[in-house]
C-alpha cells in the first residue's frame, strides 16, 4: 500500500513538473506586457509615443537578457522626414554558437488605412495584435529564458519601423528587418528564424504562410510539429492560407531560413480589423498569447 502510495505521488509529481514545463510561458503576463504598450498610445516613428515604448522596452530587456544590442540609424523618408529607428536585439547564451532567432515589429502604422471609415483612415492604428502581441510573446519567452537558460543560444530581435509607408513601395515598411538583414551580428545566420506577427486574435487560426513554405518549409514543418505535440493542432492549422510580405521576407533575402507565424484572418477571412482602428485590446486574448508562447518557449527547448 505504502508503495502504490509512494508510486502515485511520484507519478502526480512528474504531471505536475510536466505541466510547470508547459507552462514556462504565462499568457496572463504577456497580456499586461500587450496593455502597457498601448499605455504609450500609437508607437509611430517620430512620437513622443514611439520614444517611450522604445526606451520601455529596452530598459525591460536589460532586466532579462545576458546582452542587449542596440542598433540606431535615422531614416529619411521620401517626404523629407528624418526617423529615429531603434532594433533591439537582447541575447541569451551570447557565447552558444549555434542560434535561433525570434522577432516582432515594435511600431505601429501611422494611418488606419483598412477602416470602412473615411475618417477613421486617417487616424492611426491603436496596434494591440498587430505589434503588441508579438512583442508580448517576445517578452514572455525572455522571461522563461531568463528563469531557465536555454542550451542553444536564442536572439529576440524587435523590429522598428515595418509599419510606416505603403507595403507596395518596400522603401517605408519593413525598415528595421532590412536594416537588420544589412548588420547582421557576428556568427549569423542563425540556425533559423522565427516572426510573431499578429498572434493575440481571441479568435486564434494561425495557417502557414505562402513564402514561409517556399523558402523554408523545413522550420515550418518543425514549429507546427511543436505545435501538434502541444496538443494546440486547432490553432495552428497545417496548409498556406495566405501570403503576405511581412519582416521575414527581408531575412529570407538575406539568406536566413525566416517563417512568419501569423494570424492574418484577424477578425475573420475579411481580415476586417488589420489596419483599423480596431485593433484594440479587446480583441486579444491571454490564452491566445498562451499557445503561441508556449509553442516558442519549446521550440527552443527541444
Do not use: K, Q
Given at each position: 500500500m505504502r508503495f502504490a502510495l509512494g508510486l502515485a505521488c511520484l507519478v502526480l509529481a512528474a504531471c505536475s513538473a510536466t505541466r510547470r514545463?508547459?507552462?514556462?510561458?504565462?499568457?496572463?503576463?504577456?497580456l499586461t506586457y500587450v496593455e502597457r504598450q498601448l499605455g504609450f498610445g500609437p508607437r509611430i516613428p517620430g512620437t513622443a509615443g514611439h520614444e517611450q515604448a522604445g526606451d520601455w522596452l529596452l530598459a525591460t530587456l536589460r532586466a532579462r537578457a545576458d546582452t542587449v544590442i542596440v542598433q540606431e540609424w535615422t531614416q529619411q523618408t521620401r517626404r523629407g522626414e528624418r526617423l529615429r529607428l531603434r532594433n533591439f536585439l537582447a541575447r541569451f547564451r551570447s557565447d552558444a554558437v549555434e542560434r535561433v532567432l525570434y522577432l516582432a515589429h515594435w511600431d505601429t502604422r501611422p494611418r488606419a488605412d483598412q477602416s470602412a471609415n473615411l475618417a477613421a483612415q486617417r487616424m492611426p492604428v491603436p496596434g494591440a495584435n498587430d505589434g503588441a502581441s508579438g512583442v508580448a510573446v517576445l517578452l514572455g519567452v525572455a522571461d522563461a529564458l531568463q528563469a531557465s537558460s536555454p542550451v542553444l543560444g536564442v536572439d529576440l530581435l524587435f523590429v522598428d519601423g515595418e509599419d510606416y509607408g505603403d507595403f507596395s513601395d518596400s522603401t517605408e515598411t519593413l525598415m528595421g528587418s532590412r536594416y537588420f538583414a544589412a548588420h547582421q551580428p557576428v556568427g549569423y545566420p542563425p540556425l533559423f528564424a522565427v516572426l510573431f506577427d499578429m498572434v493575440g486574435d481571441k479568435d486564434l487560426q494561425i495557417y502557414q504562410e505562402g513564402n514561409s513554405a517556399a523558402f523554408a518549409p523545413e522550420v515550418v514543418q518543425r514549429v507546427w510539429r511543436t505545435a501538434s505535440e502541444l496538443g494546440y493542432d486547432r490553432y495552428f492549422i497545417p496548409g498556406v492560407g495566405y501570403t503576405i510580405?511581412?519582416?521575414?521576407?527581408a531575412l529570407q533575402q538575406a539568406g536566413i531560413h525566416?517563417?512568419?507565424?501569423?494570424?492574418?484572418?484577424?477578425?475573420?477571412?475579411?481580415?476586417?480589423?488589420?489596419h483599423t482602428t480596431e485593433d484594440t485590446i479587446d480583441k486579444v486574448a491571454a490564452a491566445s498569447l498562451q499557445v503561441v508562447g508556449d509553442v516558442a518557449v519549446a521550440l527552443v527547448r527541444q
Open positions: 514545463r508547459a507552462r514556462e510561458f504565462d499568457g496572463a503576463t504577456a510580405t511581412d519582416d521575414h521576407v525566416a517563417i512568419d507565424v501569423v494570424d492574418f484572418y484577424y477578425g475573420g477571412p475579411d481580415n476586417r480589423y488589420w
